[in-house]
């Protein structure tokens, strides 16, 4: 069984910054691919990004392509997700998921991923 912690959720400002981390624990980590989710107010969970296991294949949804950067550290068994030029609409839980196996056509699925952490809130506004 694989757990899930994310941490660095606040209330910032347009145009503010902020780091989410995803502490992992229970299954070597540098064999998961981690991603990224959230859920906005009153919407369904959306893929955000994902790195897979390798390091070197990265995805990231369109809407924050240019501003969000994802990172992992195997040796911290964490997993980074740092987000600049933040928008009212980035507004929502964020959510951590891992897997061992992602299918390569799948990655922006919530079904490719077996394990999810608790989420933190990313507030966006003025």
């Known amino acids: 069984q694989v757990q899930l912690v994310e941490s660095g959720g606040g209330l910032v400002q347009p145009g503010a910054s902020l780091k989410l981390s995803c502490a992992a624990s229970?299954?070597?980590?540098?064999?998961?691919?981690m991603g990224w989710f959230r859920q906005p107010p009153g919407k369904e969970r959306e893929f955000v990004t994902t790195m897979y296991f390798d390091g070197r294949t990265i995805y990231y949804a369109a809407s924050v392509k240019g501003r969000f950067t994802i990172s992992r550290d195997n040796a911290k068994n964490t997993v980074y997700l740092q987000m600049d030029s933040l928008k009212p609409e980035d507004t929502a839980v964020y959510y951590c998921?891992?897997?061992?196996?992602?299918?390569?056509?799948?990655?922006?699925?919530?079904?490719?991923?077996?394990?999810w952490g608790q989420g933190t809130q990313v507030t966006v506004s003025s």
């Open positions: 229970g299954r070597r980590f540098d064999t998961m691919s």
């Open positions: 998921a891992a897997d061992p196996g992602v299918p390569s056509g799948s990655y922006y699925s919530t079904g490719a991923y077996n394990y």
